[in-house]
């Protein structure tokens, strides 16, 4: 078990580009989510996923952002035209099919910097 | 979502010193989660909280789930230099299906040696 890991760590990007982001969940958690945080604040609930399937999105997720698992293990978060308002760190975390789903792990994290 | 307020904003305490803070909501929660997050990296689970008036210990940490199901609160004792960090409570409302976490704005805690 090594966790949760994310990739990259930093992405540093211009206003209007596209960036992808990775997560590999814990080998085995069925349920993938992934949160945004800003500086000040605590982390907020973008989307999660279910094996393969996406269930649920917050108001957050604008329809400049697509996430997707399709093979029900690592996921990818795409954000299309960056704006300077996405700057922040994206958080990934999964939890156990075996536990309870709400405690979730999280990974460290890749911090996005749109100037 | 559901706000979660987090008590107090931040701490500046000796070494060796007790930490209390604590967490509210106007909302149930049927579980209560403390995170510890470093600056640049994830937030890592501390304690986890599923039953109203649940004690529950980590070492040095200790938490409980409120009565009200409304509240819970984090104690450290004797607080050493690497507990510097922001705590955060979080925990999916009631009323939620999902178990997308709603997260307090954070504790920060300093230590001084």
């Known amino acids: 078990d090594t966790g949760v890991s994310q990739d990259p760590r930093h992405k540093i990007t211009k206003r209007g580009q596209n960036v992808t982001f990775r997560c590999d969940p814990i080998?085995?958690?069925?349920?993938l989510y992934w949160y945004r945080q800003t500086l000040g604040q605590g982390p907020e609930f973008l989307t999660y996923?279910?094996?393969?399937?996406?269930?649920?999105k917050s108001r957050l997720l604008s329809d400049r952002f697509s996430a997707e698992r399709p093979k029900g293990s690592f996921s990818t978060l795409e954000i299309q035209r960056t704006e300077q308002g996405d700057s922040a760190m994206y958080l990934c975390?999964?939890?156990?099919?075996?536990?309870?789903?709400?405690?979730?792990?999280f990974g460290p994290g890749t911090r996005l910097l749109v100037l | 979502g559901q706000q979660l307020n987090q008590s107090p904003q931040s701490m500046f305490i000796q070494e060796g010193e007790d930490v209390s803070m604590n967490c509210t909501s106007s909302?149930?929660?049927?579980?209560w989660l403390w995170y510890k997050q470093d600056p640049g990296e994830g937030p890592v689970l501390l304690i986890a909280l599923y039953k109203a008036g649940e004690l529950t210990s980590n070492g040095r940490l200790t938490a409980q789930f409120g009565i009200t199901r409304k509240d819970s609160f984090l104690n450290i004792s004797a607080s050493i230099p690497s507990d510097v960090g922001i705590y955060f409570c979080a925990g999916p409302p009631n009323s939620n299906s999902g178990y997308a976490l709603n997260f307090g704005k954070g504790t920060s805690l300093l230590v001084t040696p």
């Open positions: 909302s149930i929660f049927n579980t």
């Open positions: 080998s085995e958690h069925n349920r």
């Open positions: 975390a999964s939890s156990s099919p075996w536990g309870r789903q709400e405690t979730q792990y």
């Open positions: 996923f279910q094996n393969e399937a996406q269930l649920e």
